[in-house]
């Protein structure tokens, strides 16, 4: 639901030259232009798209009454599936969970979780829970960023075994809204997570992450993980004047700390929200508007 973030991402790769697109998920709840977002991604010629699981949750939402939907958690999701198109939500929820096609001899692999490609893998391999705890009191650039997912995945012997037994080829993925890539020596196999250009939480504010990949036809890989510049304020002043601020209070202000810091809030408040229902016996699940709204007012006093 960001588009200020897609336009710059997609201007950025016309000047890469870049011939096809490839989208993993998670295209709406976030921002308030979801349904613009949708319609810049179904124009573009030579893509593939695949569905996260986001787009999942407005799913759910299919067939029930609107007039039931007085959640306070789900206010950014009831508001989202209004805005967009009903031929919109047709094409959104008709996506694969998956895609599979070759180029140039090399077959590229997409998912929206990385847990898809490796056997009994219940989290993601660097999430934004570990980047937002791991470098609490650290500045993070893209180089850490790189070097040290490079030395925990080198010396992760778990992760080699499953590693050396996937076959050849690229696997694309996303989900964690961290940018990161792994390598097989001889430069075979790549994992390419492309990050997140309309919420990154990889620790790293005031840019949008972004993967060129390039098979060149002998079948050797590149993957460039890139990062376009923009200012923050620029999507939050967007948010703060728009229809799903007004619908959706708490959610707006999580994002935008998301956006001012570029790591991760919303988990970190859905727990607190949690210990809070039940401090003050409300087992209402999803929360109520009341108790989401005061749950937001308690943890901003007690940060």
Known sequence: GNLQALEAVLQDAAAQQVDQYLFVGDYCIS?????????????????????????????????????????????????????????????????????????AGVTVRMAHSCTYFFEG???????????????????????????DVQTKLDNDPGFQAQFAGLPDGIYLFAHTHVQWSYASPDGKKWLVNCGSCGLPLDGIPGSLPYAVMEISPDGRINVEQRRIPMDPDLMIQTLAGSDLARHAPVWRRLIEEELRTGREKVSYFIQFAESYARRINDPRRPFSVDTWEAAYRQWIMER
């Open 121 to 147: 893998l219940q989290d993601d391999i660097w999430s934004s829970i570990h980047v937002a705890n791991h470098y609490a009191h650290t500045p993070l650039t893209p180089a850490r960023l790189r070097e």
């Open 31 to 103: 921002h308030p232009q979801p349904d613009e977002c949708l319609n810049r991604i179904r124009g573009l010629e030579n893509s593939i798209v695949i569905r996260g699981n986001d787009d999942q949750h407005l799913e759910r939402l299919m067939g029930q009454d609107p007039a039931a939907w007085t959640d306070g958690q789900m206010q950014a999701t009831y508001w989202c599936h209004r805005a967009i198109r009903p031929e919109n939500r047709q094409w959104l929820f008709a996506l694969p969970h998956t895609s599979t096609f070759s180029n």
